[in-house]
């Protein structure tokens, strides 16, 4: 999925990206930054440590009438503990907000960043929600049985799940989330729905390609982050630091591929 | 929290966050805690129910304001100088990136009653009320001698070495009348009362030089602010400590700093204990470890419109030096409005504030207040301006200072370059970080 594209044509390639902010977020362990690796380099690591120094990455996703550049933002762990910043989430144009479809805690903790994102950010902002670690679940289609303990911490579980993840072929993993209960749940708040797979890529494309598509572009090219690039924005006085300080820090390298789009 | 840490450090204020950065980036296990639920500490910006919670016992906001998410008060009165260390730091860490930058539109002095600008250009400079035609001639030539002085071309020195000759014998050396005297002083070096007069230039002449950088990078004025309010700032560097690893914690309480033989070991909240061999906090968490220098009055204003006679600017510094108002101490405004995201359309906020010199503080920023127009609401805080009593070596617990009643960051960088020093007992010296673009490369490469 993530191998370059142009099949869009030089009408699109040549195209000024659209940048917009996207934040990941869900509960931890959920697999936000698996997500992010599995769409940006096609890669996943079990049992990685969250990637130190990387928690803003770029993707371009192209479509047939623009190329919009994923200025992606994961939590860098700040939500372990309930202490996401606010700055995080500001501004952004769209949000994947991600629980685990074997943890029902999950889906509740994605339901309260629904309300806290419709509370305090943009109104227009385009948020998917995402079901992920559906390859834990192949053959399952809804809840067998509940033992009804759900830790809550977070962690503890996916660290299990995860020893026995080698040969999950036959190691069966219960599915706490219907697909049908959190797809009424999307439906009716309004959010895009995908179920995912971080560690084999199932779905995970088609989140940030259906984002593409629904975002409002004329509200973006009006609205203030356009202004990024450019030293003194004369008519609002926005500065860039980085672009005063040294005039060819943003915008100089070409990012490799992007999505299938 | 039951874990070993290298550093825990308490409070999320601007120092706090920026040491946090910059120890996590060199691989410390950091724990960062706050008691509040949110990020910033004093050097916080405020939505209207922390405000209020804050100021008025938690009294519901009036409706009237508008909306809980469209404020973002500032505690401090501070600007970035646009050529000072605070954006140097944002730079080098990158965290710019998260981060938009405005210019604060004007500065503005007070002068025999009226409010004069401070002039940004040279047409502006020729046409300021501020001095008469020979006064200008003369302060022409104060300039140019500031400007050429090289510390190694005795040539340039007019006989008068800045690391002796106090700053007083120069302005009399160029023959600068009284009010022109005070506005060098007080609206370009920035002081806030006259003792510097009697010390060596050299002070002196590095804070015009700022001065005139900043006001040199991006023109208007010499200041930056973050839109959405300089609570961002400490966000921006939290989450540079998160990147690399750092631990936050929020409304977290401490209970206890632990000690064995003289040195810290942990900290405790409830039954857990954060394990650690050094700790850093703001004042508020080690009351018994610092004294008092001064009190500052802060009074936050919210208005309806631009305050009278600064050209609508939609924000502004105005100083009101301490002669013209018979104090010892400069009364300075600061104000922002929503084109910065910090308040509901239309509306401005003012920070009228000054180093408290009687018993009667709320009298001594009258004058300010005046300057303002009408007030629609107003929060006062008279805040004790703190410092560590002992450098911290003996038990490794390190504290930072209370952001003081200047203007800018200049102090706080100087405060977090000391701290950085003593704790890790090498000077500052700020890596230029990769890029995203770079980072990713990197990350996409391995
Ligand atoms: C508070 C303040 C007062 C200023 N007053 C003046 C001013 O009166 N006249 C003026 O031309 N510019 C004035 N300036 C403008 C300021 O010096 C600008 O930075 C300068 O015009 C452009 O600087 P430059 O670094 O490009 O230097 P240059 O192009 O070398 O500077 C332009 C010339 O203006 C001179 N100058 C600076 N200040 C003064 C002054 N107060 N009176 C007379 N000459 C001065 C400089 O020394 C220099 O010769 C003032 C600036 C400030 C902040
Ligand atoms: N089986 C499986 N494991 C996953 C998937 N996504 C993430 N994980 C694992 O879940 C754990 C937490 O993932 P991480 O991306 O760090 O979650 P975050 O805290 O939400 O960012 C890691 O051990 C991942 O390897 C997935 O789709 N399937
Ligand atoms: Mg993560």
Same mark, same amino acid.
């Given at each position: #999925? ?12 040549? #195209? ?27 890669? *996943? ?24 550049? *994923? ?9 372990? *503990?309930?202490?996401?910043?606010? #700055? ?41 929600? @995402? ?42 993993? @219960? ?17 895009? *729905?995908?179920? @995912? ?65 | ?8 450090? &308490? ?16 691989? /410390? /296990?950091? !724990? ?45 009165? /501070?600007? &970035? ?41 040279? $047409? ?8 008469? !035609? ?32 106090? $700053? ?29 007069? %009697? ?12 001065? $005139? ?16 309010? !300089? ?17 936050? &914690? ?31 906090? =703001? ?25 009278? %006679? ?12 301490? %002669? ?20 509901? /359309? ?37 805040? =004790? ?18 952001? =003081? ?39 996409? =490469?391995?």
């Amino acid at each position: #999925m993530s191998q370059a594209n142009d099949a869009a044509g030089p009408a699109a390639s040549n #195209m000024k990206p659209v940048q917009v902010k996207l934040v990941l977020l869900g509960e931890a362990a959920v697999g936000k930054s698996s997500l992010v690796l599995r769409f940006v380099n096609d890669e *996943f690591q079990l049992n990685k440590e969250p990637t130190i120094g990387a928690a803003f990455l770029t993707q371009k996703c192209r479509l047939e009438d623009k190329v919009i550049k *994923f200025e992606i933002w994961d939590t860098a762990g700040q939500e372990r *503990f309930h202490s996401l910043a606010p #700055m995080y989430y500001r501004n952004a144009q769209a949000a994947v907000i991600v629980y685990d479809v074997t943890k029902a805690s999950s889906l509740e903790k994605a339901k309260s960043w629904v309300k806290e994102l419709q509370r305090q950010a943009n109104p227009n902002i385009v948020i998917a929600l @995402t079901g992920n670690k559906v390859d834990l679940v192949a053959n399952r289609k809804s809840r067998t049985h509940n033992d009804g303990e759900v830790d809550e911490d977070g962690e503890q579980d996916a660290q299990e799940i995860d020893e026995d993840e080698e040969d999950d072929e036959d190691y069966a993993i @219960t599915r706490q989330v219907p697909t049908e209960e959190a797809s009424a749940y999307a439906q009716e708040s309004g959010l895009l *729905f995908f179920e @995912t797979s971080a560690k084999n890529g199932q779905g995970v494309a088609e989140v940030f390609t259906e984002i593409a598509k629904k975002i409002p572009l004329e509200h973006i090219l009006s609205s203030s982050r356009g202004a990024r690039a450019g030293g003194v924005n004369g008519s609002n006085g926005r500065v860039d630091l980085q672009n005063g300080a040294n005039g060819q820090r943003l915008g100089g390298q070409q990012e490799k591929g992007g999505c299938a789009c | 929290m039951d874990e070993q840490y290298d550093v825990v450090v &308490m409070g999320t204020g601007l120092t706090e966050c920026i040491l946090s950065g910059l120890l996590s980036i060199e691989g /410390k /296990k950091v !724990l960062h805690m706050d008691r509040n639920d949110y990020y910033g500490g004093e050097s916080a910006s405020l939505n209207l129910t922390q405000l209020f919670k804050k100021f008025r016992d938690g009294d519901a906001p009036a409706a009237a304001l508008g909306k809980d998410r469209d404020y973002n008060v500032d505690l401090i009165p /501070k600007f &970035m100088m646009a050529n000072g260390e605070l954006v140097k730091i944002l730079t080098h860490t990158d965290v710019t990136r998260y981060l938009e930058f405005k210019q604060i539109a004007g500065s503005y002095v007070y002068r025999d009653g009226v409010i004069a600008k401070v002039p940004a250009t040279e $047409m502006e400079a020729v046409r300021s009320p501020l001095m008469g !035609l020979f006064e200008k001639r003369r302060a022409k030539k104060f300039f140019e001698f500031v400007q050429n002085y090289k510390a190694d071309d005795p040539a340039t020195h007019s006989g008068m070495d800045i690391n002796t000759t106090p $700053m007083d014998n120069i302005y009399k050396h160029f023959g600068l009348e009284a009010g022109t005297i005070d506005f060098i002083g007080h609206a370009l070096a920035l002081h806030l009362e006259d003792s510097y007069l %009697n010390r060596p230039a050299k002070e002196t002449f590095d804070r015009i030089t700022l001065y $005139m950088s900043s006001m040199a990078r991006w023109g208007k004025s010499p200041y930056l602010y973050p839109l959405y309010g !300089l609570g961002e700032l400490p966000q921006g560097f939290a989450r540079l400590s998160a990147i690399y690893g750092g631990t936050y &914690m929020l409304d977290k309480k401490v209970d206890e700093i632990v000690y064995e033989n003289g040195k810290v070991v942990g900290v405790r909240s409830g039954d857990e204990i954060a394990k650690c061999s050094q700790v850093i906090c =703001d004042p508020s968490y080690a009351p018994e470890k610092v004294h008092t220098t001064d009190r500052v009055i802060r009074a936050i204003c919210l208005l309806k419109g631009p305050i009278p %006679n600064t050209d609508n600017v939609d924000s502004f510094q105005l100083i009101i030096p301490q %002669n013209q108002v018979k104090r010892k101490n400069d009364i300075y405004i600061a104000g922002v409005s929503a084109s910065h995201n910090v308040c509901e /359309k239309n509306h401005y906020l003012a920070i009228v504030s000054t180093v408290v010199e009687t018993a009667n503080p709320q009298e001594e920023i009258q004058a300010g207040l005046a300057l303002l127009g009408p007030i629609v609401d107003k929060f006062v805080q008279v805040v =004790d301006i703190s410092e560590p009593i002992k450098d911290g070596k003996d038990d490794q617990v390190f504290i930072s200072k209370s952001y =003081d009643a200047t203007s800018h960051f200049e102090t706080v960088c100087d405060d977090v370059k000391d701290l950085y020093k003593r704790i890790t007992g090498n000077d500052l010296v700020l890596k230029q970080r990769l890029t995203q673009e770079e980072e990713q490369k990197e990350m996409a =490469d391995h």
